[in-house]
């Protein structure tokens, strides 16, 4: 299934139990698709949402509301039903807003090109913790709700943990000169995986983020875009040679291409609500939807994946306090310089959420 947006996209997102899905575009456009198994998909929603591009989407609020950010500096907060404005943001970064993500039922987290991460509550209407981390922009965000960390990764070359209890940064890797694009919780918390601008993929053993325990080269030298966690030992890849592949981390170390989704970069990836379908958007102005049993079920080369020592018990690292591992249970390079702004208007900020 493809829908043509007909201009570059940078982010999408699905509802999280309609069939619908959520697309923010180069020129600033929010879409907003209906979909079905045996019918073309319908545009139900076109908003111009940013005078810059729309570099992240997140549905919120049970998925009432979507969330974009762009490098114009705004979040805006667009009710899906009617495309109007619920609440807008204007100063929410100095430096372009390059990433969202969902954290709590109230909670949201954003990433900037200066390199700060900020969490929104949406019943105070304002930022309840900011994280001045990264020297250079947040290439990706992951939450692990059960110790309440976020984990970010930037493009200066270093992975953080930020703990939301303590309102506290907990920890910083060491700078690596491979720069981490996108990053996954894998192993029930045990391990933690970042795709990088080399093809590279770091693993970390959860409390030992100094530094990687071990690498998997298998996708070099393409740059690993984006990351999408099928279960706890596999993922699926997104690479700027536009493979979507997948990718056993442990025990197997085994990648598998399983689609193409063209000769351009592969920017992102989500799952909808069923996990039926499995988004992709590229440089190619299209969005496409993948039925996730027929990519696993396709045949594909399996090719081994070379690595350096394993290391779980990383006996020579120093441990990172108040780590423990929780419960079991980027693209191309877009840096906007954006406008230096304050946070004056914050507390407009879902005002009528």
């Not at 110790?147 to 943990?161: H, N």
């Not at 993948?290 to 696993?296: E, F, K």
Request: hydrophobic share 35%; net charge negative.
């Amino acid at each position: 299934m493809e829908i043509n947006l007909k201009n570059i996209a940078f982010d999408l997102d699905f509802h999280p139990s309609n069939q619908l899905v959520a697309a923010g575009l180069i020129t600033g456009n929010l879409f907003l698709y209906r979909y079905a198994e045996d019918s073309e998909p319908q545009r139900v929603l076109k908003v111009h949402a940013h005078s810059e591009s729309c570099r992240a989407v997140r549905f919120i609020n049970e998925g009432r509301v979507i969330l974009t950010g762009s490098p114009d500096c705004s979040i805006l907060a667009t009710d899906i039903e009617t495309g109007s404005p619920v609440a807008r943001l204007e100063n929410s970064h100095e430096k372009a807003v390059n990433r969202l993500v969902n954290l709590t039922e109230t909670t949201i987290a954003s990433g900037g090109d200066e390199g700060c991460i900020k969490v929104w509550d949406t019943r105070q209407q304002s930022c309840c913790n900011s994280f001045q981390i990264h020297e250079d922009y947040i290439t990706d965000m992951t939450f692990e709700p059960d110790s309440m960390k976020l984990l970010g990764t930037s493009g200066d070359g270093t992975l953080s943990v930020s703990n939301l209890r303590s309102n506290k940064v907990q920890t910083q890797s060491e700078f690596s000169e491979d720069e981490p694009l996108s990053i996954v919780i894998m192993k029930n918390g045990r391990k933690v995986i970042c795709g990088t601008e080399s093809g590279t993929m770091l693993l970390y053993s959860w409390g030992f983020f100094k530094d990687c325990s071990d690498r998997f080269t298998a996708l070099t030298p393409n740059p690993v875009n984006a990351l999408l966690k099928l279960d706890e030992e596999r993922v699926i890849a997104g690479t700027e040679n536009g493979l979507i592949s997948l990718v056993g981390i442990l025990p197997n170390r085994v990648i598998q291409p399983i689609a193409e989704h063209s000769e351009y970069p592969v920017e992102r990836l989500a799952f909808s609500h069923d996990r039926k379908f499995l988004g992709s958007i590229s440089h190619d102005s299209i969005l496409k939807m993948w039925d996730i049993d027929s990519l696993l079920q396709g045949s594909g080369k399996k090719v081994e994946g070379k690595s350096g020592s394993d290391s779980d018990d990383d006996d020579d690292m120093d441990m990172d306090t108040d780590n423990a591992p929780p419960k079991s249970s980027k693209g191309t390079k877009r840096k906007n310089n954006g406008r230096a702004q304050g946070l004056d208007t914050t507390s407009d900020f879902f005002a009528d959420l």
